[in-house]
């Protein structure tokens, strides 16, 4: 090789070991993890470092060949990282080196599981970079993974020391990968208050990964993250939810536009919904969704949108890996929708686990490497802390669910009734994968509680998922707080009391899975029926295995969620909770006057949506009322949102509009640029792929629009003292983490 090609490779190979002729090579790695975001060249090099060629695309445009005989004159390609260390290349005229094992093709659109709602497809366009050999001799390999073959010339070849020793050369001429915009200039600058306390928000209830709830994409749609880049985790939905949205049953029935519930049945009989749903362009024309408060079916929390809100202050997330089963069998069984593998509870929250990881590795990749990226996932309070103090966003995984371990109130087969030792045995299980935040119960009645108390859909979802009837009773204790646990029952005749709990169940409904409408039409008699006119409760509580579960975790210093119990369980649990002194947390914002706060517990806030027409800086008066009553408690004044994103839970909504639902008139918009409460970023008017949002007449369309919402409220006149109390919320949880780990230590100390 002439001197002045070694000077060109010595300057362009940005990642490579120093080039200096006279000196020993430093020992920086090779580009592995750091070409993610680069654009580069790919030169193949003899063993004497002269240039063999370089990839380019051949005559026919069909593939690609190492036939430039200078770096410069070679294919530019775009490295985007896939997954840590894996890359997919992406040529200057947007095509993809692909392969089917055997030559370099050259191909456009991919496509991917998601298009093809196929959960065993695998691409042919992600590869590995390989190092191999140290210092000078130091040269990279490119591995098919499909394959596990390697590149060499325009073949692939199984053995790695055929294959083309190769160097990245840096260029300038890539196209830009497409992905969704950050609109935010800035870096995460302030970590903590001066008096120690960690800097930051926490939402402390999310659930990030639904798409891979249900069975994988039949009826939430859009994923956080996707190997193939946003084209494929924001996808049009028409796959899943049908043409004009007519296949999203399910948020058809649940958003607004659902209509009254004889709609939604007939929309169920029919399979699709009588008249056009929503538009289902996803990336980049994003027509209809996602929005706010409606599109409860489609992501609202892609990785780069939750970036946005992190930038915007928020520091510390739990993560719920959250599903159902008896809505997943509906959709699957009735031949509505696609899904992608089972409908079983666990077999979703093992996925969601799975997908968090992989998303922090993919969050790591795009910035450079394991560890690099400012997503992380803590398993304890003290890591918890080291990652909010180092600028990042710590993570901690729970799981929300009604079918939780499989422990079922009425098992079916596979499945037999869980024992003690079966409760103990998942516990450390889900606690070895990191899980440290849990709910013992959800919608639906289990082995360890009677369900929430929830009306309407979930009354008859419980009668399938059990075969019993609806178990409420009008002897209720008023003064024990829950949310879901009261009113009146939707179906009176479907309402008939038992005395005990665990007896066998009535009814078959064992058929609904494989055939949902059959097996409910001998029932629609008690489904039909009017509603109830007295104010019931459920009329069980806490079982055996409930009161292990409960007292496990208290061993194990896990964050137990109450918010779901029915009134019976909720209290003998609060009593336990008392009893030890043990903090918990309640995150769809029950706190019980207080007294969750009184033992150290967390809650969840939020802000008022509209400006009163009287007075100034009252949008946050209810935030300041729960501060107060925190206070009070004596616990720590801090409160945080519970927005429970992705759990068709709504969102804030606008001011102004058409959408507004604001009686007074509003002044005082959003505008741009402005800048983050910590002065540290700069954010400009979002956008989804080409369709620029409005937060002022659209609300909190997705999570990166955080900063809008804090924004808002400081535009009322709210001071940044006065929010001083949601910054520093994260410290907040970390506290009511730490003490519950000290009482667990204090009970093993005490054995």
């Not at 692909?98 to 042919?124: C, I, N, P, Y």
């Amino acid at each position: 090789m002439s001197r002045p090609l070694l000077l060109v490779f010595c300057l362009s190979l940005l990642f490579l070991t120093a080039c200096e002729e006279t000196e020993e090579p430093s020992a920086a790695p090779a580009p592995v993890y750091s070409a993610a975001g680069q654009c580069f060249t790919v030169a193949w090099v003899e063993p004497d470092r002269s240039l063999a060629g370089a990839l380019t695309v051949t005559s026919d445009g069909a593939g690609y060949t190492f036939a430039a005989l200078r770096p410069q004159d070679g294919e530019p390609f775009f490295f985007k990282a896939s997954g840590l260390g894996t890359y997919l290349l992406r040529d200057a005229s947007g095509q993809h080196l692909v392969s089917d094992g055997s030559g370099l093709a050259r191909q456009g659109a991919l496509l991917s599981d998601v298009l093809l709602a196929d959960d065993t497809f695998e691409s042919g366009a992600t590869w590995a970079l390989e190092a191999v050999g140290q210092g000078r001799d130091r040269t990279l390999r490119l591995r098919h993974l499909k394959s596990g073959r390697y590149v060499a010339n325009q073949t692939l070849v199984t053995n790695v020391d055929d294959a083309a020793a190769l160097q990245l050369v840096g260029s300038d001429d890539c196209a830009p990968f497409p992905e969704a915009s950050l609109d935010a200039d800035g870096r995460v600058t302030q970590t903590a208050f001066e008096d120690g306390s960690l800097y930051g928000i926490v939402d402390t209830h999310s659930h990030i990964l639904s798409n891979f709830a249900f069975g994988g994409g039949g009826i939430f749609h859009g994923s956080p993250f996707h190997p193939l880049g946003v084209e494929h985790a924001l996808a049009d939905c028409a796959t899943y939810h049908g043409t004009e949205g007519r296949k999203d049953l399910f948020g058809f029935g649940f958003d607004a536009r659902g209509g009254d519930s004889s709609a939604v049945l007939t929309a169920f009989l029919l399979g699709q919904t009588p008249t056009a749903n929503h538009a289902t362009a996803g990336w980049p024309t994003f027509t209809d969704w996602p929005n706010a408060p409606g599109s409860s079916t489609h992501q609202v929390q892609y990785y780069r949108w939750l970036e946005r809100a992190y930038l915007g202050g928020l520091r510390l997330v739990v993560q719920h890996a959250t599903t159902n089963q008896i809505i997943c069998d509906l959709i699957k069984g009735g031949n509505v929708q696609t899904t992608r593998y089972d409908c079983n509870d666990m077999v979703a929250v093992d996925r969601i686990l799975d997908e968090s990881y992989a998303m922090q590795d993919y969050i790591d990749a795009q910035e450079g490497g394991p560890g690099k990226g400012w997503f992380r996932i803590v398993t304890s309070p003290e890591a918890a802390r080291s990652a909010i103090a180092d600028g990042k966003l710590a993570v901690i995984l729970g799981i929300e669910t009604s079918n939780l371990f499989d422990c079922f109130l009425v098992p079916r087969a596979p499945f037999q009734a869980c024992s003690p030792a079966d409760v103990l045995a998942k516990l450390d299980h889900y606690y070895d994968r990191g899980v440290r935040a849990m709910f013992p119960v959800h919608k639906y009645d289990n082995g360890f509680s009677a369900g929430d108390g929830d009306k309407e859909f979930i009354e008859v979802g419980n009668f399938i998922q059990t075969g019993h009837f609806a178990n409420f009773t009008t002897d209720c204790d008023p003064s024990i707080p829950t949310t879901f646990d009261n009113g009146t029952v939707s179906f009176s005749a479907l309402n008939q009391p038992r005395v005990d709990y665990a007896a066998a169940p009535p009814n078959d409904t064992s058929g609904f899975a494989t055939n949902p409408i059959g097996t409910l039409v001998p029932f629609l008699g008690l489904i039909s029926s009017p509603p109830g006119t007295e104010q019931v409760c459920q009329n069980a509580g806490l079982t055996d295995l409930g009161r292990l579960l409960i007292d496990e975790m208290m061993r194990r210093g896990m964050i137990i969620e109450l918010d779901h119990l029915p009134r019976r369980s909720y209290a003998e649990a609060f009593s336990t909770l008392q009893q030890y002194d043990y903090p918990a947390a309640g995150t769809h914002g029950l706190n019980g006057g207080g007294a969750l706060y009184a033992i150290g517990g967390v809650s969840k806030s939020g802000f008022g949506r509209c400006q009163s027409a009287s007075a100034s800086a009252t949008m946050d008066d209810g935030f300041q009322s729960r501060i107060q009553l925190i206070t009070d408690n004596g616990g720590f004044p801090a409160e945080g949102f519970g927005f429970d994103l992705n759990g068709f839970a709504g969102a804030p909504g606008p001011r102004f509009g058409p959408n507004s639902g604001c009686s007074a008139p509003q002044t005082d918009p959003v505008t741009y640029p402005f800048t983050s409460v910590a002065g540290d970023v700069v954010f400009d008017t979002p956008s989804v792929g080409n369709r620029v949002l409005d937060f002022n007449t659209e609300g909190l369309v997705h999570i990166g629009l955080l900063p809008e919402l804090i924004e808002d409220v400081r535009n009322d006149g709210v001071t940044d003292q006065e929010l001083e109390p949601l910054f520093k919320s994260a410290e907040g949880y970390v506290r009511m983490w730490e003490k519950a780990e000290q009482r667990a230590s204090e009970r093993a100390a005490r054995g």
